[in-house]
């Protein structure tokens, strides 16, 4: 049964770093692509980063030049390292596999970013 477990968030100072991570379970993650969502209570759930099978990333506009997706397959774990991190990009974050969604939501891990 394919998982994910998000992890590496918590309270950042504005300008961060954290990295998170996505452990992935099920054995699909070397055949998919990968990506990173974020959602807020006023939010949807709206992709952010995405990554396929052979390293190829594209980004949300509001991300692109400071966030950076990568993956490690041997691993089965995905990431996201977070730069120059802003007050609006406080939010639960989660990782998936396409076609979105591939499987139930994780439990996701909370950024919070002060100013």
């Known amino acids: 049964q394919v998982g994910f477990v998000e992890s590496g968030g918590g309270l950042v100072q504005a300008g961060g770093p954290p990295r998170l991570s996505c452990r992935v379970s099920g054995n699909i993650m070397s055949l998919q692509r990968m990506g990173w969502f974020r959602q807020t209570p006023s939010t949807q759930r709206e992709k952010i980063a995405n990554i396929t099978a052979d390293g190829q990333t594209s980004y949300v506009g509001s991300v692109k030049g400071r966030f950076t997706i990568s993956r490690d397959n041997a691993k089965a774990e995905v990431y996201l390292q977070m730069n120059n991190l802003k007050p609006e990009d406080t939010a639960v974050y989660y990782c998936?596999?396409?076609?979105?969604?591939?499987?139930?939501w994780g439990q996701g891990t909370q950024v919070t970013v002060s100013s």
């Open positions: 998936n596999a396409a076609p979105w969604p591939s499987a139930a």
